[in-house]
């Protein structure tokens, strides 16, 4: 079974020339959910994971399956003011300005070892604030772990401190 073959383009989403890339039809099926749920695993290994860190949204879909598998928590990472407790932020430049990044200050304790978790790796951007609010916390992260990945943005480069793990490239 070839993972690829359940991710569908989108052109012009959400602006124009973008070609987004759907996972919804992998996420309707189960036996590629399944493949793509153990395949993400096998990229973790034998590696001790206290917490997965999954970034909104995206991330929501995998990040806590991959928590439960790997006996670990789960932690959000959420956009300005969906959080409910003290919580700490980082803003952070997009292409055309700038978007920020909350997590709870109890989420992680120091010395957690932590797997950062999303679906797509574009820009880099947002898995590079996600590691940001994790270490600032005291966690250590043990790699950033993707569905997919978009070479062309080189988004790899503003992770270049962490291990990086991806399933599927374009």
């Not at 590629?32 to 993400?40: E, G, H």
């Not at 010395?111 to 947002?126: C, E, F, R, S, W």
């Not at 992770?159 to 991806?166: G, M």
């Amino acid at each position: 079974m070839n993972l690829k073959s359940f991710i569908r383009d989108i052109p012009d989403f959400p602006s124009k020339g973008i070609i987004f890339k759907d996972i919804t039809p992998l996420l309707k099926d189960p036996a590629a959910m399944k493949l793509a749920m153990d395949a993400l695993l096998d990229l973790v290994g034998n590696q001790k994971i206290d917490k997965v860190v999954g970034m909104e949204s995206r991330g929501f879909f995998f990040g806590p399956l991959l928590a439960l598998n790997l006996n670990a928590g789960f932690v959000p990472v959420r956009k300005p003011d969906k959080l409910p407790a003290e919580k700490i932020s980082v803003i952070y430049d997009l292409e055309y300005g700038t978007d920020t990044l909350e997590i709870h200050k109890d989420a992680i304790q120091k010395g957690d070892k932590v797997l950062i978790h999303d679906d797509v790796l574009a820009t880099g951007g947002t898995a590079k604030a996600t590691c940001e609010l994790v270490e600032r916390l005291g966690g250590e992260i043990v790699q950033c772990n993707f569905l997919m990945v978009l070479d062309f943005l080189n988004g790899e480069e503003k992770l270049r401190a962490y291990e990086i793990r991806t399933l599927i490239h374009y």
